[in-house]
């Protein structure tokens, strides 16, 4: 350990005992001043009422012993004291990020079709994190907008005034027509980053006042989505996802970015876009994975930077995939009043094996009462892809059941064939 390592030690020693210390101090100093020299019956230190073992006088006796009583209090406080000052020798602890101002050049802005309109934002910070600049002042809606609508705006911030994490810096907005509505400045960050959470602070945290744009769009382009085939039996796996972009009117926009994004989770990463629409204003991606999530795609702004959310449409699809199902009863004659296992399995592609896909999907048996199906019986799809259920024939003779898979996540739903069960 270094000498800076012993100091702090040795402060940190000397408050935790003063703390530990001061209740038992605070009850002397309590006596001290309720045994005061009017009452001289109980005045500490004195053995009789006139001197003690001292020598000296009584009261001065009382007020040495009440001094005495004092110097830990002293002498405490001046260690709390002198361990709340700065060190000389350590490293300082860097102070939090603060928004001193936030502003927009308009607070309208209007945009039509695929031409973007434009605003300014100014913001002044002191002490962002490292001494760097922050990168992005985003703003985000006010208020829920349509589904495909942009979620997010962005301007590229660059400081105009100031040192490195301390200054005032400014960026324009591209806005586009699809973001009509109400919008706010609601942080101010570090450069964007897919791999790590990013350094933002919203302006409402240092009691900045918002800065508020309202979008007035028009002709707004639309973003269409198709899936071929929509229904994929088991066990294909390609598709092709198609993207048409259009104008509010339905006319191709040609030559426009779109990009897609395969995502076995949740989630869209919204870059510049990897196809470009031909004269139909169509963009094709064709999917060879097995996928249980949608696709993302999104029509991109033709200006930077990039965040999540900003873009013209965006919107996800995915097709539905078919199951291979199979159940047959342990035995075809049970006695009345018996019952008879029926054991089956699923397979489904997906992320995992074929087997393990279907894991916690649900199958049901099913019993025919005259021309109506009954539910009977439930189970869950075990992580091998089987399941057992328990078959009761009611009636005496001939009983016929079939297991049903119903349609649930991204599986379509499906029967087994029917079969026989015997009460005899």
């Not at 003690?52 to 040495?64: E, L, V």
């Not at 829920?144 to 301390?166: I, Q």
Request: aromatic share 6%; proline share 7%.
């Amino acid at each position: 350990m270094n000498g800076d390592s012993h100091m702090t030690s040795g402060w940190g020693r000397a408050i935790v005992r003063c703390v530990a210390f001061l209740p038992q101090v605070d009850g002397q100093l309590r006596a001290a001043v309720k045994r005061g020299s009017v009452r001289r019956r109980r005045r500490p230190c004195v053995r009789n009422r006139s001197w003690s073992r001292t020598g000296k006088p009584r009261r001065s006796q009382a007020r040495d012993c009440v001094a005495c009583r004092l110097a830990p209090a002293l002498l405490c406080g001046a260690v709390l004291g002198l361990a709340s000052l700065p060190l000389t020798t350590g490293t300082a602890l860097a102070a939090d990020p603060h928004i001193e101002a936030v502003s927009l050049s308009s607070a309208d802005v209007a945009a039509s079709g695929v031409t973007l309109g434009q605003v300014t934002v100014t913001t002044t910070v002191q002490d962002w994190p490292g001494g760097e600049d922050p990168a992005l002042a985003v703003l985000t809606r006010t208020s829920s907008g349509p589904p495909g609508a942009p979620g997010a705006m962005v301007a590229a911030l660059t400081r105009t005034s100031g040192v490195p994490g301390s200054g005032t810096y400014q960026g324009v907005v591209p806005v586009p027509s699809t973001a009509t509505g109400g919008w706010r400045v609601s942080a101010i960050s570090e450069p964007f980053s897919a791999d790590r959470n990013v350094i933002a602070r919203d302006p409402r945290q240092d009691g900045v006042p918002d800065a508020l744009l309202t979008v007035h769009g028009t002709h707004l382009p639309r973003l269409r989505l198709s899936v071929q085939p929509q229904i994929l039996p088991y066990p294909q796996t390609q598709y092709t996802v198609t993207a048409t972009f259009t104008t509010d009117t339905g006319a191709p926009l040609a030559g426009r970015r779109i990009g897609f994004d395969e995502r076995a989770t949740d989630g869209c990463f919204v870059g510049d876009g990897g196809a470009r629409t031909d004269a139909n204003g169509r963009a094709f991606h064709t999917v060879t994975a097995a996928l249980t999530s949608s696709v993302c795609v999104w029509a991109p702004l033709p200006v930077g930077p990039l965040y999540y959310g900003t873009a013209f449409a965006s919107g996800d699809i995915a097709p539905r995939y078919g199951v291979k199902l199979a159940a047959a009863p342990a035995g075809t004659s049970v006695k009345r009043g018996a019952s008879v296992l029926v054991n089956g399995n699923v397979a489904a592609v997906g992320t995992t094996p074929l087997r393990a896909a279907a894991a916690g999907t649900h199958v049901r048996l099913q019993w025919l009462f005259g021309r109506t199906w009954r539910n009977v019986n439930l189970a869950y799809v075990t992580t091998s892809g089987r399941f057992h259920l328990v078959a009761a024939p009611p009636d005496r003779g001939r009983n016929i059941y079939r297991v049903w898979f119903p349609s649930q996540g991204g599986y379509v739903g499906t029967i087994t064939r029917n079969f026989t069960v015997t009460t005899t």
